[in-house]
């Protein structure tokens, strides 16, 4: 009986920490999506310009970009480092005043970006046989905490203040780390490398300059349909109201079924076919948004592209896993991806000014037809490995 219960104590907490992972990564998709509800506040009540405004979004993100720079070095310590940096970067946003809100703002990027990827790596260490299945299932999670974000915000705003759901929120995260602390003892898992024997051929080939090339492409991509993807429905018609400012929502909405799907359709089919296919589909998507006439069209186009690409970035992960865990000084990788959700918005932006949004919106699609390029490769450079496996069982 002794002896049973010993050896039940290391599954329990192995569930245990898989929960207040998912939790933790649930809060990280809040705090990621926070500036969008949470800027309209500060700028009101702090009589803040929008260069102002401006500064505070740039200060999570440069500082999420250095905290991806050492995400892997250690998943444990960036864990809960990165949990106890958000934790008092959300109660210090709570307390100080501007200009020092943005040292709070900072403290929670960069914790942002030492968590995020600790512990999409976590998973992929763990479920090492269903490693897309899982990320997808994580970034749902995400997903979850991302769109939840906003009515947040309005409920903490219409019944407390939105100071109090930030204390809440580090109350939380304090919570999580304690409770981490506690249970990860009986846990081998987390931080654990590759192992050799599960590297597939793929993940020994991919270089780490060819990997950070697509997370910068699909996250730039990504961010730059959900950025201004509203504002072009509205420059279509522009008083079609509620149906013009329905295209990001239909979007986030999209991404966040399909990734509930992924792991269903990954039973029948490869992760390498499903990235071609997820990406050929996106394309095909694009084209009612660049031709399209009215905002239903631009909504049809946003809801199909959505679902599109929602199992490509943890299919990324996944690809990406053996080499970032065999390699401490690879979070380079990861900052890559924050980079892209900077750089072609911005360009989008910046052609837009020059010539009009449609052809702006060329730089997203250029952006996944690369992607869908390395998509061939990846799955010309499996097809050998794949039928060696087929000839082996049979």
Known sequence: MATAAISSKPV?????????????????????????????????????????????????????????????????????????????????LAILPWPHLRIAVACYGLGLGMTMPAINLTIAARYVDSRAASLSVLNC?????????????????????????????????AILVVSILRAWKQVTWIGAAAKPEFESGLGRQLSLQFLALLFFLYVGAETCIASWINIYAQRLLPNSGLLSSSPVACFWAALLIGRSGSPRILKWISEERLYVVALMSALVSL?????????????????????????????????????????????????????????????????????????ALLIPAAAISVLFLSGLHLVRYTQPTMTKQLAIHR
């Open 141 to 173: 999670i995400w997903g979850v905490g991302a769109i939840s974000c906003p009515a947040l915000v309005f409920v903490a705003k219409k019944f407390a203040s939105t100071n109090s759901l930030l204390m809440l929120l580090s109350v939380i995260l």
């Open 287 to 359: 084209v009612p948004i660049l031709w399209g006439r009215s905002p239903i069209t631009v909504v049809i186009g946003a809801t199909l592209c959505g679902l599109a690409l929602a199992p490509v970035f943890p299919l990324l992960i996944s690809f990406a896993s053996a080499a970032l865990l065999s390699k401490p000084n690879s979070g380079w990788v990861f900052a890559c991806a924050g980079l892209g959700g900077a750089v072609l918005p911005w360009a989008t932006g910046a052609i837009s000014t020059a010539y009009q949004l449609r052809i």
């Open 12 to 92: 329990k907490s192995a569930r245990t920490v898989m929960v207040l992972l998912y939790i933790s990564f649930a809060l990280t998709g809040v705090l990621t999506a926070l500036p969008g509800p949470l800027l309209p506040i500060l700028l009101k009540g702090w009589a803040l310009t929008d260069s102002q405004g401006g500064s505070i979004i740039a200060a999570q993100f440069f500082a999420s970009m250095t905290g991806a720079l050492f995400a892997n070095r250690n998943l444990r310590t960036s864990l809960l480092l990165g949990l106890v940096l958000m934790a008092v970067g959300t109660f210090g």
